[in-house]
C-alpha cells in the first residue's frame, strides 16, 4: 500500500473544495494548502513507481505529467533526453489525468488504494456535486449552453450565475468536460 493520509485529509477536510457566498481568502488559502500537501503523496507515490520503471534496466529515464487544478505535475526520474530516442525513454499514453507510461498507468489502473486514483476519483464526484448544486438546470443543461454558445467559463461567470456567488479556489469548472467521466475512466480501464 502507499501512502494515502494526505490525500484522504485534503477530501476529508476541504470538502467541498468550493463554496457560495462572499469569497472568503482565509477559507481558500487553507483548501489550497490541504490541496498541496495532498500533492505531496501523489508525487511519492508516482516518484516510487518511475525509479521503479528504471530500475528493469530498459529505459534511462521516464516521466509523468499529470493535469491538476492550479497547473500540472511534471515528474522526471532518471536521464533527461534531449530528444527521445527508441530504447531511452518509455511510451507514453495521453489519458484524462495526463501522460504516464505503461507500467505507472498499469499500478494506477490496478491499485484501487493509491493516491493517484484516490485523488481524481474523488475529484470527479466534487465536480459533479458542483455543477449540481451550483446550476439549478444541471450538468445537462450546463453543458448545452457551453456548447451552444461556445464560451469558456470565467471565475466570474461561475459567480453570477443565475445569482450565485461561487467561490471555486481550485477551478474545478476548468475541467469540467475532461473530468467528469473518470470513474468510467478508471472502471473501463482496470488492468
Not at 101 to 108: C, G, N, P, Q, S
Request: glycine share 10%.
Amino acid at each position: 500500500m502507499f501512502e494515502t493520509g494526505k490525500v484522504k485529509e485534503f477530501f476529508g477536510l476541504c470538502c467541498p473544495y468550493y463554496y457560495i457566498g462572499e469569497q472568503d481568502v482565509a477559507k481558500d488559502e487553507e483548501i489550497k494548502r490541504y490541496y498541496s500537501l495532498a500533492l505531496e503523496d501523489i508525487e511519492g507515490y508516482l516518484t516510487a513507481l518511475l525509479e521503479e520503471e528504471l530500475e528493469g534496466g530498459r529505459y534511462t529515464g521516464a516521466g509523468v505529467s499529470l493535469v491538476l487544478p492550479l497547473g500540472n505535475m511534471d515528474i522526471h526520474v532518471g536521464s533527461v533526453p534531449i530528444r527521445v530516442v527508441e530504447g531511452v525513454e518509455p511510451d507514453y499514453i495521453y489519458t484524462p489525468i495526463g501522460r504516464l507510461d505503461m507500467h505507472t498507468y498499469r499500478a494506477v489502473m490496478k491499485d484501487d488504494d493509491n493516491p493517484v486514483r484516490f485523488f481524481y476519483t474523488k475529484l470527479a464526484i466534487a465536480l459533479l456535486n458542483m455543477r449540481d448544486t451550483v446550476f439549478v438546470d444541471g450538468p445537462i443543461e450546463l453543458s448545452g449552453k457551453l456548447l451552444e454558445c461556445g464560451e469558456i467559463l470565467s471565475q466570474e461567470w461561475l459567480r453570477k450565475y443565475e445569482g450565485y456567488h461561487v467561490n471555486d479556489p481550485l477551478g474545478l469548472y476548468r475541467y469540467d468536460s475532461v473530468w467528469l467521466q473518470l470513474e468510467k475512466f478508471f472502471e473501463e480501464g482496470r488492468v
